[in-house]
Each structure stands twice: as structure tokens, then as C-alpha cells.
Nanobody, 120 residues
Framework: QVQLAESGGGLVQPGGSLRLSCAAS????????MAWYRQAPGKQRELVAR???????DYADSVKARFAISRDNAKNTVSLQMSSLKPEDTAVYSC??????????????WGQGTQVTVSS
């Protein structure tokens, strides 16, 4: 079994910054893609940023140049540095990992979610 534990959410003023972190633990052979998704009230969950095991990244257009995703493969962690935050960034942010549990067996896991609220 694999667990994803997120931290770093909270309340921040518009224009502020926040850093989210996610640590994967458990039976892990290798982690492929890791990502952050978010879901605002009344909206569908959307991809915010994704990073491959090799470090390639892609971002939602709405967060490009403001957010930066990074990972530490040795520690099985992924982080999301969020800057110039806007009220429309308010959402529950969830960590995602595509995990190879053992050779030939792969599945996806989600964190429990952390609330980010951008408000004055």
C-alpha cells in the first residue's frame, strides 16, 4: 500500500506565496509521473502541474509563470511553489502519483487534499 501525505495549505492574501509538499511512502518500486490537481467548489477537478521522473514539466495555462513543480526522486516527494496567488486559485489541492509498486504492477494514488484559500 502507498500513502501520499500533503502539507502546506492555508490562507494567503492575493499576491502572496505558498508552498505545497507531498511525500509518498509505503511499498514503492518506482514513481513515474507526479502531479498536483485542484478542485474549486462547484467545478471539476483540473490538472495544475505535472512532472515526470526525468523532470519534464507541464502546467495549466492559468498557472504558467506563477507556479513551479519540483520533485525529489530519492525522497519520493513532490512540491508546488505557488506565487502571485489569485482568489481564483482557491481550491482543494491534491497530490497524485503514478506508482510502480513492483515489477509489472502499477497503479495511481491520491493524497487526501489540502485547502488553499486566497483572500484578503
Amino acid at each position: 500500500q502507498v500513502q501520499l501525505a500533503e502539507s502546506g495549505g492555508g490562507l494567503v492574501q492575493p499576491g502572496g506565496s505558498l508552498r505545497l509538499s507531498c511525500a509518498a511512502s509505503g511499498s514503492i518500486f518506482r514513481i513515474n509521473d507526479m502531479a498536483w490537481y485542484r478542485q474549486a467548489p462547484g467545478k471539476q477537478r483540473e490538472l495544475v502541474a505535472r512532472i515526470t521522473s526525468g523532470g519534464s514539466t507541464d502546467y495549466a495555462d492559468s498557472v504558467k509563470a506563477r507556479f513551479a513543480i519540483s520533485r525529489d526522486n530519492a525522497k519520493n516527494t513532490v512540491s508546488l511553489q505557488m506565487s502571485s496567488l489569485k482568489p481564483e486559485d482557491t481550491a482543494v489541492y491534491s497530490c497524485y502519483a503514478d506508482v510502480v509498486v513492483r515489477a509489472g504492477y502499477r497503479r495511481t494514488y491520491w493524497g487526501q487534499g489540502t485547502q488553499v484559500t486566497v483572500s484578503s
